[in-house]
């Protein structure tokens, strides 16, 4: 008989305790029916044969308990003839259930409470069975389960966290707790915040993708504003931080349809099972505290779950997943602001109260402005082509290319000979030697010489236009 490792076995003795056949088991865990069968047999399960199903002796339990191991079959039979000649383990802890019940916590979280706080020697169904004779059990609603490949999804998004003392005003406040769920593994990652922004839905995924040790190809997100711009099943938009956030990290995003949560359930049941188990009822003092207590239960109670879908340990099926992620690029990502900014007559920009020179023909048009500590960049807003990338400015300052500038003198010495055309002498009076010495271009006050183009604008205007300017 060939040797299992202790993972295999707990695999072929759970699919077993579901009635699989021996033929079932063979094909979806590639181990002989042969050697099934032997593992089965030790462990005192009956073996369903091929087309058996029914005609056999009923099966001794019909789902797989999530707790961490499993004990021997002649062990839990011992265990459930003593309780139907006794009372449920639980009787002597009814006023904390009751008491965590009315919190609205759910039998795991209880007894995990349990296990930690007060040494309870018993298992997962013993809690859950006391909890449903308490307040009765309803029917499960199908689900549609969606399989995907090791690395290759993701699935995102925001829950209401825990009450969390604000350092700034001393009161308690809201949290909001950001989930990211792998999708073959189940695998999540959990983190609390105060606030949310486009910069800090990136900052999240790019320590999740740390904590994780790479990223997957593709993260399914919610249509929130952080993510997504304009919501569209063809064509959304996506918020620019975030799409170059995974653009660096080689990851898609694929927006779910409106109102479509069905598409990245595996994330909103990782949100609902961190609400309702171990954050149900918590305050912290500190935000520093609650993700400490949230990283304690992650590693000790979610990974080492058996999860209901898969029927394997989560920490398990990561370690398969983990080969598979994406490798992190050697340096982070460097973050930027982003705005919309309209060309203003002189050609600039203004960001921060800096002028930065746009390409010629975009006069009193928007363009797309991303700046950081160093550098702005102005972009096309249509095709997001590269216009102009500056050095930054100090307040105040302009920042102008070298052609803009040539563009600038030619547009100003056609104004200037037009000016003096048409105002005559008075031009001469204007143009003293110190406004001759000046370094500001014609191409600044192109409101002035444009009316006097149009032959509708007389020399007094003009005159009191470029006064005015000066």
């Not at 759970?14 to 042969?34: D, K, M, N, Q």
């Not at 999740?208 to 569209?232: I, M, Q, S, Y």
């Not at 340990?313 to 994406?326: D, S």
């Amino acid at each position: 008989m060939n040797v299992l490792s202790e993972e295999k076995k707990q695999q072929v003795l759970a699919l077993g305790r579901l009635g699989w056949s021996l033929r079932r088991i063979e094909r979806t865990i590639h181990i002989r029916r042969e050697t099934a069968a032997t593992y089965l047999r030790a462990a005192s399960i009956p073996v369903r044969p091929a087309g058996g199903w029914g005609r056999g002796h009923p099966k001794p339990a019909i789902q797989v308990s999530t707790d961490s191991g499993h004990e021997d079959a002649s062990v839990a039979k011992a265990r459930n003839l003593d309780r139907t000649l006794s009372a449920s383990a639980c009787e002597p802890y009814r006023d904390f259930i009751e008491a965590e019940l009315a919190k609205g916590r759910n039998a795991m979280a209880i007894w995990q409470d349990l296990v930690d706080g007060h040494g309870f020697p018993e298992k997962y169904a013993s809690v859950k069975r006391f909890v449903r004779k308490l307040r009765g059990s309803a029917a499960p609603e199908a689900r549609v389960v969606i399989e995907t490949a090791a690395g290759e999804e993701a699935q995102v998004d925001y829950g209401t966290g825990p009450m969390v003392r604000d350092p700034k005003t001393g009161k308690y406040r809201r949290t909001r707790l950001f989930v990211l769920t792998l999708g073959y593994s189940r695998k999540a990652v959990r983190f609390l915040v105060f606030r949310s922004s486009a910069r800090v839905w990136a900052e999240l995924h790019e320590q999740a993708f740390r904590r994780l040790g790479g990223a997957t190809r593709v993260v399914v997100l919610d249509n929130l504003r952080e993510g997504v711009l304009t919501p569209d099943i063809y064509e959304p938009t996506l918020n620019p931080l975030y799409r170059d956030v995974l653009q660096h990290y080689g990851v898609t995003a694929l927006p779910c349809r409106v109102q479509d949560p069905d598409r990245k359930g595996k994330v909103e049941s990782g949100v609902g099972h961190a609400q309702k188990t171990p954050l149900k009822g918590q305050r912290f003092e500190s935000l520093e505290e609650g993700q400490a207590y949230l990283d304690r239960w992650e590693e000790r109670w979610a990974d080492t779950r058996i999860h209901g879908t898969t029927k394997r340990q989560v920490a398990a099926m990561f370690a398969e997943e983990r080969p598979a992620l994406l490798p992190l690029p050697l340096e982070p990502f460097r973050y930027y602001q982003y705005g919309e900014r309209a060309v203003h007559l002189d050609g600039c920009v203004e960001v921060e109260a800096a002028y930065y020179g746009a390409p010629p023909g975009w006069i009193g048009r928007h363009v797309q402005v991303q700046w950081n500590a160093t550098h702005v960049r102005l972009l096309n807003p249509v095709t997001g082509q590269l216009l102009r990338e500056h050095l930054r400015q100090e307040r105040g300052r302009h920042r102008i290319h070298n052609e803009e500038s040539t563009s600038a003198r030619c547009v100003g010495s056609y104004m200037e000979s037009t000016a003096k055309s048409r105002c005559g002498a008075s031009w001469a009076c204007w143009r003293s030697p110190k406004s001759l010495a000046s370094p500001r271009p014609m191409m600044l006050v192109p409101w002035l010489w444009r009316p006097a183009l149009a032959s509708t604008t007389s020399c007094a205007v003009i005159w009191n236009g470029i006064r005015n300017y000066r």
